[in-house]
């Protein structure tokens, strides 16, 4: 028997960063918010067994609206966030169902999880007690104000979980 496992999706931010006046995980990607994405993928995953949204309470109906869109089956528990990353997967975490035995969390931003990629970090967590999922450090191009290019280290993460 397979053991409880609860995903975490933080989509609690407000995206200042961004400058764009709305939220990160609801900028259209190919015509859907880019939640929806994530959200499938979590659907699709036979490993994961409830699916926690952390958010902000101005944002719980556009979400409600994105769990429909995608046609989540799943359990689907909203709960608030905090004024950090880290309280908001905290009140996530306080969240699961009291027979959750594993937690995934993945942040509401990535829209390029998939679904096999769920299931091989969660068989590793299973196995080895946790797992971690990541991509290779790549180089990038920066273009400077005085117009030359210059190589760049940058981490691009498409997703990082912490069992």
């Not at 409880?4 to 900028?27: D, E, H, V, W």
């Not at 969240?95 to 931003?109: F, L, P, R, V």
């Not at 999922?133 to 030359?148: E, F, R, S, Y």
Request: charged fraction near 20%; include cysteine; glycine fraction near 6%.
């Amino acid at each position: 028997m397979k053991p409880y496992c609860s995903a975490i999706i933080p989509a609690a931010g407000n995206s200042t960063r961004m400058a764009m006046g709305q939220s990160k995980q609801f900028l259209p990607l190919l015509g859907k918010p880019a939640i929806v994405y994530t959200l499938q993928a979590f659907e699709q995953a036979k490993s994961v067994d409830e699916i926690i949204l952390v958010c902000r309470d101005e944002d719980k109906e556009q979400l409600n609206t994105c769990v429909h869109m995608a046609g989540i089956t799943k359990p689907v528990i909203f709960t608030l966030g905090g004024t950090s990353r880290q309280q908001s997967v905290f009140s996530g975490v306080r969240a699961c169902a009291s027979q959750t035995e594993y937690i995934i969390i993945h942040d509401g931003a990535r829209p390029l999880i998939t679904w096999d990629l769920i299931e091989k970090v969660t068989a590793d967590a299973f196995t080895y007690g946790a797992a971690a999922l990541g991509v290779p450090v790549k180089d990038t191009i920066k273009v400077t104000n005085c117009g030359q290019y210059r190589p760049l280290k940058c981490l691009k993460r498409q997703a990082i979980y912490l069992l």
